[in-house]
């Protein structure tokens, strides 16, 4: 949720290479403002109980993560919305403090496996 970080862009050169599709985890959505933590819950339904504010803010940084990852030739989107995982990459947004998110990072994996 920070942006692209220079490992990070490392990554994504070397699975741009292969050809390897891949996903991405948007760690540390707990850091948004207000954050109302629900362990290891869901992270649509953790998005659900936030206030108005805090979903705002989530969304900004979202749309960040868009553009930074349009800026490298991707296209990119949330899991959820992702009917096309040929031609996006898709967005699992996680907290590896409270753990929410990290059941659908798991379940879309194996799903896209």
């Avoid at 108005?52 to 960040?64: H, P, V, Y």
């Amino acid at each position: 949720m920070h942006g692209l970080e220079q490992q990070t862009l490392e990554s994504i050169e070397l699975l741009r290479q292969k050809k390897c599709p891949f996903i991405i985890a948007l760690n540390k959505i707990d850091r948004c403002y207000e954050w109302k933590a629900k362990e290891y819950n869901a992270i649509q339904d953790s998005l659900e109980n936030q206030g108005s504010f805090t979903k705002n803010e989530f969304q900004d940084r979202l749309e960040k993560a868009v553009l930074a990852f349009a800026e490298e030739g991707f296209n990119a989107c949330l899991y959820w919305k992702n009917e096309n995982v040929d031609e996006f990459v898709s967005f699992v947004p996680t907290s590896a403090i409270t753990g929410e998110g990290l059941p659908d990072l798991m379940s879309y994996l194996v799903h896209q496996c």
